[in-house]
């Protein structure tokens, strides 16, 4: 079992910044990939960013150039550096970790007012 642990999500103004950070803790396994995901009212869950262990990444499209995921692999833990936040980033943003199994964070809240 691995149990994540989000912190960081908050109400800010269309152009600020945010910074999400995740801790794994529990059997985590020497490869695996960790990420973002999100969900806004009345959408589907989406990918954000999702980091390897060795540092490869992917985003989706429309975080590209504003979003920066990072890792800190002696801490078990995935950053997201959110700048630029628009309106539209609004959602509960999930932390992902996947091995062979795949776990989900509680979810932690990200509002962005105009």
């Known amino acids: 079992q691995v149990q994540l642990v989000e912190s960081g999500g908050s109400l800010v103004q269309a152009g600020e910044s945010l910074r999400l950070s995740c801790a794994a803790s529990?059997?985590?396994?020497?490869?695996?990939?960790m990420g973002w995901y999100r969900q806004a009212p009345g959408k589907q869950r989406e990918l954000v960013a999702v980091?390897?262990?060795?540092?490869?990444?992917n985003y989706a499209d429309s975080v590209k150039g504003r979003f920066t995921i990072s890792r800190d692999n002696a801490r078990s833990s995935v950053y997201l550096q959110m700048n630029s936040l628009k309106p539209e980033d609004t959602a509960v943003y999930y932390c992902?970790?996947?091995?062979?199994?795949?776990?989900w964070g509680q979810g932690t809240q990200v509002t962005v007012s105009s």
């Open positions: 992902n970790y996947k091995d062979y199994t795949e776990y």
């Open positions: 529990g059997s985590i396994k020497s490869i695996n990939a």
């Open positions: 980091i390897t262990r060795r540092g490869s990444t």
